[in-house]
């Protein structure tokens, strides 16, 4: 015959407490034992080359939402938690930088409504993330937002320069969020910025065949060179990628990282955005160790 706990039995608070003590244990160990696994699944994968940076274009909240019957806003949040999921394995693996596409110039010409939501989020998980700084700083993580800051609203802005800011002396891992950010944007303004510090004569490629992008005045004397331009860059910061990452299935770059992906690996799983896990990333570094070689020979020949 059963026993009953008389106190449990007639205290229905006690057994929705008694539930959550159970399902928080169960959740503790699952999440420990999990934890274990992914510790000896990157010690195998870290036997071989690990890519020091990957980017990722985060592709396929609204469609995830869509899929689901969901609002756009709830796609978007279900992408943000992806995103955390996707660094968290980044990091344990030993990549030192992740690069993020949050938000585009061309995405400014969105419904308002979309932008405005948009903007409110990224302002709300900045804010959540500067109130996590001791749990930040205990990984040594730093973030730097990358693109046209003056574009972003008001208040997002000071968010991402007061995150910026607490995290300026940490040296473990990156994170890079590009908003407001085009490569069409970042190029030609590290062009200008090069010409503005060289100032004076006529720009125009040299003839030579060297492959080395010298500028000349004119009279022979270089005068603006690709590394003039890079350290110009809104990237210059971290060095390129070795894997750009497309959720969904895509394969177009959509005008990111144009200049400093020349010769990483595009891998483009199919998954969309929110369904991104530590499946992908596993599979997207198992790709970069089997082109490694290629890859770095293409590095050396650039």
């Known amino acids: 015959m059963e026993v009953i706990n008389p106190i449990v039995a007639t205290d229905d608070y006690l057994i929705e407490l008694e539930e959550e003590i159970s399902d928080g244990f169960l959740t503790r160990f699952l999440g420990g034992l999990n934890y274990t696994l992914r510790k000896l699944l990157f010690r195998v994968i870290s036997s071989g080359p690990v890519p020091q940076h990957i980017a990722f274009i985060m592709d396929g909240n609204r469609r995830f939402a869509k899929k689901w019957k969901l609002t756009e806003g709830a796609g978007h949040k279900a992408g943000f938690l992806a995103l955390m999921s996707i660094l968290k394995y980044c990091y344990e693996v ?72 607490a995290t300026a002396k940490n040296t473990n891992t990156y994170l890079l969020v590009c908003v407001a950010y ?96 530590l499946r992908e990333v596993v599979w997207g570094i198992l790709k970069f160790q089997k082109n490694f070689k290629y890859l770095e020979k293409k590095k050396k020949q650039a």
């Open 182 to 277: 085009t490569s069409s944007h970042e190029i030609p303004r590290a062009i200008y910025e090069s010409c503005q510090e060289k100032s004076g004569g006529t720009r125009v490629m040299n003839g030579n065949e060297s492959g080395t992008g010298d500028y000349s005045n004119g009279d022979g004397h270089a005068k603006i060179n690709v590394v003039d331009i890079e350290k110009h860059m809104y990237m210059r910061v971290a060095p390129d990628p070795d894997i750009l990452v497309r959720s969904s299935g895509e394969t177009r770059l959509s005008n990111y990282l144009l200049w400093q992906t020349t010769n990483c690996l595009l891998y483009s799983p199919k998954a969309l955005w929110p369904e991104m896990g």
């Open 94 to 165: 030993g990549v030192k930088y992740v690069t993020v596409y949050a938000f585009s110039l061309d995405n400014f010409n969105r419904r308002p409504d979309e932008v405005q939501y948009v903007m409110e989020l990224m302002q709300e998980k900045i804010e959540g993330f500067l109130k996590e700084l001791t749990l930040v700083n205990k990984y040594g993580v730093r973030v730097l937002f990358i693109g046209d800051l003056k574009r972003l609203y008001e208040p997002v802005r000071i968010a991402a320069e007061k995150a910026m800011e």
